[in-house]
Every structure is written in C-alpha cells, then in structure tokens.
C-alpha cells in the first residue's frame, strides 16, 4: 500500500455488486469488489472473458448505477460521467465524420471546455501520441493503432486524474499492439495517472501495471491483488527477465485451474 | 474488386444499350408497319419532342411537374427526418405510432390521391401534398431505423465524455443516420415523380402527367411517349444529383460502396 493510496484513492470501490433480471431469474455479474487505486497507481485488472471486468470500469466510469455497496471517485460518490475519469474502450469509437483533432476535442464540446484551450492541448496530445501530422485526417484514413492513440487522446483531453481502459489494445495486431503498450507507458509516466487498466493479457498486465488484480468468472470477485517490483521504465528487455517470467507463470496459474 | 476491362468510361456503356433498344424499335417499327397509333417510331417521338421544344408548348408542362415533385419532395422529406428523429427519441411515440405508420406503409398512397383532390382542390396543392405524402414514408422509416442502429459502443462512449441527449441525437444519431437517410432520399425521388403524374392525371391543367393523360384520348402516342422519356430524364437526374449530394455529405461511407 502507498502513501498516496491512504490519503484519498483516486478511484475506491466497496462492496460493490450488480445484479440484472434475466429471463431467468437475477444474475448476479459482479458481487462484493473491493479495489482501491492510488493516486498515480497503474493497476491492471486481469480475467476471463464475462468475468464482469468490463461492468467494473462502466460502473466506475459512470455510465451505469451499481446494485450494492459505493463507489468513489476522489472521495466523491460516482453519480454519472465525471471531467475527471477519462474512457477508452477496445473499440476507438471515434466519429467518422469528423477529423482527427476535432474527434480528440469532443470532450471539450461535450463538457463545455474552453474550446482555445482545449484546441492548443489538442495538438500537444496529438503531439505526445505522435499523430500531430494527421490532425486534419479522418479516422477511416487511420490504421486501427492510430485510430486508439486519437481515442487515448482524447480521452487525455479534459486532464482526467483516472484513465480507465478496457482492453485497449485487444484488437490491434500484434506489433501495433506492442507499440501502444510501450507509447502507453510513456504517456504514463509523463502524465502520471491513475490507470485502471483491463486486459486478458497476462504480459501485457505486469509490463504495465504497478498492481495486477485477478477476477474470478461470474460472479466476478478479485481473487488476488499482485504488487509489481520490476524497475522502471520498462523495456523489450523487461520480457526477458527472470522477474518477469516468474510473474506471469504464477499469474497464469489463476486461468488454468478453472475452466474458462 | 472483380477485374474489369477498362476500354471505355463506364457511361458508355449503357448508352450502347440504349442505341441498340432504339435501333430495334426503329427496325420493328418498319419491319412490320406498325401504324403510328399504336406505337411511333423513335423519330416520331424525337420530333414530337423537338417541336415542343421549339415551340414552348412543353415547358409549362415540365416546369408544372417540377415545381410540384420539388416542393412536395421538399416537404415530405422534411417532416419525415424531423419526425423520425423525434420518434426513434421518444419511447412512447415508438410504440403508439410507429408501428401504425409502418402498417400504413403497405397502403399505396396513391390511393388517397382522389381523397386528397376533395380536399385540397384541383390545383398545386393537392399534387404537392400527394408528393409529400409518397416520399414521407419510406424516408420516415429510414430515419428512424438508421438513428436506432446508431452504435451502441459509440454512444457510449460519447455518453462516458457526459454528451448531453441533444449533442448524442444532433452530433452523433444523426450524422450516422445519414447513410440510410440518404436511401430513403433516393427512394424518395422516384416516389414523388410517381405521385406528382398521379396527381396530375386526376386532374390538372398542365404538367407531363396531364400532357400524357391528355394526348391519350387524341391518341397521339409520340407526344405521351415525349412526356414519358422527359419523365425518365427528370428521375435520372434527380437521383444522380441526390447521389452525387451523399456522396459529398456521406464521405466517410463512400470507401465502403
């Protein structure tokens, strides 16, 4: 546990549930979370697929209410949307008809920003996820790696303190993906965030992450919290380390006792 | 993409088809005497043609069927967005109204065009009316389709940056229901060429509907066949300006098609 982490978590979950009616009856999704992040804490959340760990980052990023227990955001209960957690899905969702700067300053439009503000920052970011040179381009003419660094952009727009992803990278190639991983440190460790970060990639977890969290299948519970120790920055190298072995083959271990 | 010899621009194409339906019309015509009451030859139609030209005889008329599918296309596509987007928002419209327009859709409209004579008189405005009747539908249907297949993942998202219901139906449903906004436009062409000879053969002083209707008890089948093909031009035209139109607003789905 950090210092940080004891004054105000940037993100804190208690007892968090949900539940939803289904035709057959109530299925229960996610069922007593405990999670902590601290302010400027990588954590990766790691599961199978329909472990919940998608519903997790939408309850913390406002977009449902949780069935039990609260949910809080810098000390203040998460009632929707906030300025100061920023989103980025699998998918980029990005608007096609609109540039690649004018995508990365939605926010500003949505939250009412000021938009000469917003605009200078807009390039900077485009700049820091070196896509400066595309910012009159239009997602289709982007490749899916570019198209998720506008969406880390803009997600970075309104200075979020919590950046949550669901599985960012999922969908890349392998090589886009390995890309972003190392661009996403480097972000990171300019910005310093906090990051909930969710993958079904083991290396991808513990190259990234400061803590890694294990997710049982439904009903999704945290079954391990893992501190990471290896230095940083991390590098190619990093892959190669004993340390770094050790890791994920105990990690992994999580996956191949239960069926999933 | 299929191979495909490229010796000639596409274009051409069709209008070999073209000289060749001519040249066999030409042909039957002579081959068996066909007499002109009952089918012209294509010279009798380019002359009937030419000579309104020349003569002026056919502008009212053209001038009358455009101004009438215009502004009922105007009006009809007009309704049918605003009211499609309001519907695919509102809950409660969705299920009191919107099937029951959907079942209408299976009437033919042009059915009411008597109906609509009585009430809006013999003159524009029951053509119009009608028009804007025909083009509605299938253009409401379309709008609110397209807006209710809006991305969920990308409504979301924008929902994650705390868009407001406005900014998601004004900047993000309607924009990607254009693609399919733009079918129901297309659609909509024809369907008001449709309405606006319908209306103008039930009754009217001018416009190509009633030019056809009227040259029918003269049997004078050159000038109907005149009043067709200017027909014809007119729906091509509009479809290629509404295509060009998508092409230019819909940019990012070109690629696509």
């Known amino acids: 546990m950090t210092a940080a982490m004891l004054v105000s978590p940037a993100l804190d979950a208690q007892r968090v549930g949900l539940t939803y009616p289904t035709r057959s009856g109530e299925t229960e999704a996610l069922k007593d979370i405990d999670l902590a992040i601290g302010d400027g804490e990588f954590v990766a959340l790691l599961g199978p697929s329909g472990c919940g760990k998608s519903t997790l980052l939408r309850l913390a990023a406002g977009l449902m209410p949780a069935s039990t227990g609260t949910l809080q955001l810098h000390g203040k209960p998460i009632e929707g949307p906030s300025r100061r957690a920023g989103v980025v899905f699998q998918k980029p969702n990005l608007l096609p008809w609109k540039t690649v700067r004018d995508n990365v300053l939605l926010p500003a439009r949505t939250q009412r920003l000021d938009l000469r503000a917003a605009g200078k920052r807009a390039d900077e970011l485009l700049e820091l996820v070196g896509l400066a040179q595309f910012a009159k381009a239009y997602p289709f003419e982007l490749s899916g790696g570019m198209q998720q660094r506008v969406g880390i952009a803009r997600m970075l727009l309104p200075d979020p303190d919590l950046l949550l992803m669901d599985e960012p990278f999922a969908a890349l190639d392998a090589l886009s993906r390995e890309t972003l991983t190392f661009a996403l440190q480097e972000i990171w460790s300019v910005q310093r965030k906090s990051v909930l970060f969710i993958t079904h990639s083991i290396p991808e977890a513990v190259f990234l992450a400061d803590r890694v969290l294990v997710m049982s299948p439904r009903p999704g519970r945290i079954v391990e919290s893992l501190q990471i120790d290896l230095p940083r920055p991390r590098t190619l190298d990093t892959f190669d380390t004993p340390a770094f072995t050790a890791t994920t083959q105990h990690l992994r271990r999580h996956f191949n006792a239960s069926p999933i | 993409m299929p191979r495909r010899s490229k010796l000639l621009p596409a274009p051409i194409y069709p209008l070999i088809s073209l000289g060749v339906l001519l040249l066999v019309w030409h042909l039957a015509v002579r081959w068996w005497q066909i007499p002109d009451y009952l089918l012209p030859p294509p010279s009798a139609v380019f002359d009937a043609l030419s000579a309104g030209f020349v003569s002026g005889s056919l502008w009212p008329h053209i001038w009358a069927t455009l101004v009438n599918t215009l502004s009922g296309y105007a009006i009809g596509c007009a309704l049918a967005i605003a009211l499609g987007a309001l519907l695919a928002e509102s809950e409660t419209f969705e299920r009191f109204v919107y099937p029951v327009l959907v079942g209408l859709q299976a009437t033919p409209k042009v059915a009411l065009g008597p109906i609509i004579l009585v009430w809006f008189g013999f003159g524009a405005a029951s053509k119009i009316v009608l028009v804007a009747l025909v083009c509605f539908f299938p253009l409401f249907v379309n709008t609110v389709n397209g807006i209710r297949r809006t991305d969920p993942e990308l409504l979301e998202a924008c929902r994650a940056f705390s868009a407001s219901r406005l900014f998601l139906l004004w900047h993000v449903k309607l924009p990607a229901a254009l693609g399919d906004i733009f079918a129901g436009l297309q659609i909509g062409v024809s369907l008001a060429l449709i309405g606006a000879v319908v209306g103008e053969f039930l009754s009217a002083q001018k416009g190509l509907g009633y030019l056809i209707a009227s040259s029918s008890v003269s ?28 092409r230019r607003v819909v940019f990012w789905q070109a690629r696509k098609q």
């Open chain 2, 219 to 246: 049997m004078s089948l050159a000038t109907m066949f005149a009043g067709v093909i200017l027909l014809a031009v007119t729906g091509l035209i509009g479809a290629e300006i509404v295509r060009a139109l998508q």
